[in-house]
C-alpha cells in the first residue's frame, strides 16, 4: 500500500518569508497528489493538487512540486500569513483512496 | 455555496451508549466518505458509500456502521461507543471514485465518550 510521509512535524516561519513543506512517498503507482490544510478544529480543506505527469503546479501563493524520480513533493507557501498556521496534509491517491501522510504542523512568527 | 455540513459539532456520549452523526452535501457527489481522526494524527478512512453501494475498510470495526437514505445524507452510527472512540470524525464527498477526484471534506464532529 501507499505509504505517505513528511520530513518535519513542524515548521515555525517568519511572517512574510516562504515556506517550504515537504512529504516524501513510498508507492511509485499513485499518480495524483494533493496538499490540504487544516485548521484547529476544522475539516481538512483542499489547496491544489498535482498529477503525475507534471512537476510543478502553482496557486495562489502556493506552488507544488514533484519529483518522481526520488519520489518526492513540496508545498512552497509564498510571503506567509498568520492566517497559514494550520497543520498540512499532504496525500497520494490509488483510485479512491487517499493515503495522508502524518501532518507538518506550521506556526507562523509575527 | 455548496458544501460539505456535519452536525452536531460537538457530541458527548457515554460509555456503550449509541450516537449517531450526520453528514449532508449540495455538491450532488455520487461518493461520501466517513474518516476518523485522532488527535495529532492524520484522517483514517472508515468506508464510503458510491451512490448506493457501501464499502467497508477492511480494519474498520463493526461497532461502526453507516447508512445513507438518498444522495444528501450520510449517518455515521456508532453501536457501542469505547473511550478509544473518541475522536473527530470527518465527512467527506467526490463527484466519481475517479483516480483524480478531489475529495471535499465538512468541518467535522468531534465525539467526546465519557
Known amino acids: 500500500g501507499e505509504s505517505v510521509g513528511l520530513h518535519l512535524p513542524t515548521l515555525s516561519v517568519q511572517e512574510g518569508d516562504n515556506s517550504i513543506i515537504n512529504c516524501a512517498y513510498s508507492?511509485?503507482?499513485?499518480?495524483?497528489f494533493i496538499w490540504y490544510k487544516q485548521e484547529s478544529g476544522k475539516g481538512p480543506q483542499f489547496i491544489i493538487d498535482i498529477r503525475s505527469n507534471m512537476d510543478k503546479r502553482q496557486g495562489q501563493r502556493v506552488t507544488v512540486l514533484l519529483n518522481k524520480t526520488v519520489k518526492h513533493l513540496s508545498l512552497q507557501i509564498a510571503a506567509t500569513q498568520p492566517g497559514d498556521s494550520a497543520v498540512y496534509f499532504c496525500a497520494g491517491q490509488n483510485d479512491y483512496k487517499l493515503s495522508f501522510g502524518a501532518g507538518t504542523t506550521v506556526t507562523v512568527r509575527a | 455555496d455548496a458544501m460539505v455540513i456535519q452536525n452536531p459539532r460537538y457530541q458527548v456520549t457515554q460509555f456503550g451508549k449509541p450516537v449517531t452523526l450526520s453528514c449532508s452535501q449540495t455538491l450532488n457527489h455520487n461518493v461520501m466518505y466517513w474518516y476518523q481522526q485522532k488527535s495529532s494524527q492524520a484522517p483514517k478512512l472508515l468506508f464510503h458509500?458510491?451512490?448506493?453501494?457501501?464499502?467497508n475498510e477492511a480494519d474498520t470495526p463493526d461497532n461502526f456502521q453507516s447508512r445513507r437514505p438518498n444522495t444528501s445524507f450520510c449517518f455515521l452510527d456508532i453501536r457501542s461507543p469505547g473511550l478509544g472512540d473518541a475522536a473527530m470524525y470527518l465527512c467527506a464527498t467526490s463527484r466519481d471514485l475517479a483516480r483524480e477526484g478531489v475529495q471535499y471534506f465538512g468541518p467535522g464532529t468531534r465525539l467526546t465518550v465519557l
Open positions: 458509500y458510491y451512490d448506493k453501494d457501501f464499502n
Open positions: 508507492n511509485s503507482a499513485s499518480d495524483y
